[in-house]
């Protein structure tokens, strides 16, 4: 099955100019009125957009907002919604990465004491990476004490309980934990009937801080008097998961269905058995069953990614296998593509936004489309919808730009296919296989290796500058962090037993997917300096869970023959002194132990990776030159 790219954009915490000047119209703005915002201090770029966040109840609501630039800066003019007591702007980049940030409380009629605080509070403990915001817990905490002690009421909500607790326990403060137990013990000895939400969220923040006696008596006041609750319904499922045959499977789905009906909260739990029940038929090879199965799925959002998921199995995962179905595979890829329009946009997501998360889906499942409709011979078709996927993915799978090239092979454009390989060529994106079919096809005109092997020279020659101007730009200056760690044979390394030679540390884990898709490039990289003793490979197994870590890793590196020394990061620190925000991330070590170089991600390239590394190996031990001829 393909893995699905990351779809809903997150904005990413960054230093914003302290020369920045935010100008509101009113300091504290009403609830429903218009305010004017200016900005100073922000340089101007083609691709900026901005966000407003606010509040509706519980949930986040984010909203695009036109402005204007000129010379005296940034213009807005923003409609402060009824409902909310906390607005923030943000203007961020075309990739989503915040420049600029400010916030105001705002003046509500009518509003409960401390409502803007406890929105802001929510903000800081629900939705950080949304709003790009690092996550404190202590300001939360102090929001949450301050407003909680103006309206005891507060404590009433289930998502400020939720909140307030959460951020209590991660600042470890002891204060206000014991606190939130006093009020949890008022719930469970009330006589009077707690509403469900409150009762529900009162035995998940209990057992969250550790008082497991008081969770249970909860739990039972709330099977008492709620014994069709959330919780109970989950419990339902646990239940399900023993079910052992498809056809009891499906007599508890819908006796599930029966019982506690279908609504916003148990879709998601009644699409979970479904979902199973798919599987099996899957197993099975029973896949009329299946189609008719995915039908039954209720979220859109589930339903199209099922549909994408076998028809990709159905189309044979590929060029290389035969297709199983490929006309059953072609329906329901087309299904995918259809149920986008279904899907409903959430209100944490900004139009624009969302408009790329479903280009994303659109790439994704028309890559699949396309496959199906190449094996059915539809070659122009297919063409269509892989250039559309190539392109939304601006060229940076390896293996779809392959498979539109074999599909204008096979249709005959000749000229689109060699322009589209010489861009490729000339940007470093050409895999091997594009390269041999581009010769194939330049070599039917003209017959001299020799004047084909010089025009492609040329276009690897610009490929080639501008991937050493891109990595020359990443040259860093950064003390290495000292470590000592574990290896599989339970033997101490230690980052200063290396001192004098190139370090190369890898950030990887067993359940990281793209981390595993890099490694046969780095196996290649690996050796590649095997018989050089001057470079050093560590590959810092991290933010692992469960039990027997050492022999899973151990395993794994085993069974798939991989030559790589590992360390095991057990207790996460080497991956935070390393500032380490996603795997797998690489720091390339010089003698001195100083940091040159960071890479973080994966291209889906092993040749990249190849190349990228042996440069910036190079580079690191010749002090910022590369020698290569």
């Keep these: 099955m393909k893995s699905l790219f990351a779809l809903f954009i997150t904005l990413c915490s960054v230093s914003f100019i302290h ?42 609501v984010t909203k695009d907002v036109f402005f204007t630039k000129d010379n005296d800066g940034i213009h807005a003019s923003v409609l402060v919604p009824s409902e909310t007591n906390w607005v923030r702007l943000v203007i961020a980049d075309e990739d989503n990465q915040p420049l600029a940030e400010d916030n105001k409380y705002v003046m509500k009629a009518g ?72 009020n949890l013990h008022t719930y469970d000895n009330r006589k009077t009937t707690e509403p469900e939400d409150l009762l529900l ?35 339902q499922v646990v239940l399900f998961e023993k079910s052992k045959t498809v056809d009891e499977k499906i007599a508890f789905r819908n006796k599930f269905k029966t019982n506690y009906g279908v609504n916003d909260l148990n879709t998601a739990s009644i699409d979970k058995m479904t979902s199973a029940i798919i599987g099996d038929y899957a197993s099975s090879k029973d896949w009329n069953k299946v189609e008719a199965n995915i039908g039954q799925l209720i979220d859109p959002m589930t339903r199209t990614r099922a549909y994408n998921e076998y028809a990709w199995t159905l189309s044979g995962e590929g060029l290389e296998k035969d297709a199983i179905n490929i006309d059953m595979a072609s329906r329901l890829s087309l299904a995918s593509l259809n149920g986008l329009a279904e899907i409903k946009k959430p209100a944490i997501v900004t139009k624009q936004a969302w408009d790329k998360v479903l280009d994303n889906y659109r790439a994704q ?7 199906a409709l190449f094996k059915q011979g539809k070659y122009n078709e297919a063409i269509d919808h892989q250039t559309f996927s190539v392109k939304n993915m601006n060229y940076s799978d390896p293996e779809m730009n392959e498979r539109l090239v074999v599909y204008m092979e096979k249709a005959g454009q000749k000229d689109a296919l060699l322009s589209f390989v010489d861009e490729m060529i000339e940007t470093g994106q050409a895999t091997t296989k594009m390269k041999d ?16 092997n010089q025009y492609v020279s040329k276009l690897e020659a610009t490929a080639t500058e501008k991937r050493l101007n891109e990595i020359k730009a990443k040259w860093m200056d ?55 003793k001057n470079v050093v490979f560590l590959f810092v197994d991290t933010w692992e869970t469960g039990e027997n870590i050492s022999g899973r890793v151990s395993s794994f590196i085993k069974d798939n023959n991989y030559p790589f020394p590992v360390v095991l990061d057990s207790k996460n620190e080497v991956v935070v002194n390393y500032k380490v925000d996603g795997i797998p991330t690489k720091f390339i070590i010089d003698k001195d132990q100083k940091i040159r170089f960071k890479a973080v991600g994966y291209s889906g390239s092993s040749d990249s990776l190849y190349e990228e590394l042996t440069t910036m190996i190079e580079m690191a031990q010749n002090g910022g030159t590369l020698q290569k001829s």
Excluded at 31 to 45: P, Q, W, Y
Excluded at 494 to 512: I, M
């Design 365 to 371: 499942y028309g890559d699949t489309y396309a496959l």
């Design 19 to 60: 020369a920045q000047t935010w100008t509101w119209s009113a300091e504290m703005p009403k609830a429903g009125e218009i305010v004017n915002v200016d900005l100073k201090g922000l340089e101007a770029k083609d691709n900026m957009h901005m966000v407003a966040y606010t509040f509706n109840g519980k949930d986040l």
């Design 111 to 182: 509003a409960p004491a401390k409502a803007s605080e406890i929105e802001k509070a929510m903000a800081l403990s629900y939705y950080t990476s949304t709003l790009g915001l690092k996550r404190d817990n202590i300001a939360a905490t102090s929001l949450y004490r301050d407003a909680v002690k103006a309206n005891p009421d507060w404590l009433r909500t289930p998502e400020v309980l939720a909140g307030y607790s959460s951020a209590a326990k991660a600042s470890k403060s002891a204060e206000d934990v014991n606190f939130l137990k006093q």
């Design 437 to 452: 079919i581009h010769k194939k096809i330049w070599m039917s005109d003209k017959t001299q290796d020799q004047l084909y």
């Design 201 to 235: 969220s009162a035995v998940r923040v209990s057992k969250n801080l550790g008082d497991t006696a008081l969770s249970l008596s909860l739990r039972k006041k709330l099977d008492k008097t709620y014994p069709k609750s959330q919780l109970a319904q989950e419990d």
């Design 478 to 532: 950064a003390p290495a962090v000292s470590f000592s760690l574990k290896n599989l044979e339970g033997e101490s390394v230690s980052l200063a037993d290396y001192k004098g030679k190139t370090v190369v540390l890898d950030f990887w884990a067993t359940w990281c997917g793209p981390c595993k898709a890099s490694f046969p490039g780095m196996k290649k990289v690996v050796e590649h300096y095997a018989q050089d």
